[in-house]
Nanobody, 114 residues
Framework: VQLQASGGGLVQAGGSLRLSCAAP????????MGWYRQAPGKQRELVAT???????NYADTVKGRFTISRDNDKNTVNLQMNSLKPEDTAAYYC?????????WGQGTLVTVSS
């Protein structure tokens, strides 16, 4: 299964970026979709998830700044990141999870300069 992530880049603190992840329709329609991130020297951590019905969950560190959403027509999950901070710098990974099955996209790098 291929999850295609895009949208990373370099931004100044306080700026915004939007990440997108495209998934196959059969995955997107039943899997919990989410974004995780991994900073250098740190463990991968949850950023946000969204269920098939649109229920969202966020890490405390991004609440109020990041918004996860689904585009059911395009089979994509998006992560709008506002008020970015240098500590948000990481590789961001798209994830699809259902039961005991887990799929990961390739990481997309987000760098926030101070």
């Amino acid at each position: 299964v291929q999850l295609q992530a895009s949208g990373g880049g370099l931004v100044q603190a306080g700026g915004s970026l939007r990440l997108s992840c495209a998934a196959p329709r059969d995955i997107f329609s039943i899997y919990l979709m989410g974004w995780y991130r991994q900073a250098p020297g740190k463990q991968r951590e949850l950023v946000a998830t969204i269920t098939t019905s649109g229920v969202t969950n966020y890490a405390d560190t991004v609440k109020g700044r990041f918004t996860i959403s689904r585009d059911n027509d395009k089979n994509t999950v998006n992560l709008q990141m506002n008020s970015l901070k240098p500590e948000d710098t990481a590789a961001y990974y798209c994830n699809a999870w259902f039961s005991s099955t887990n799929y990961w996209g390739q990481g997309t790098l987000v760098t926030v300069s101070s």
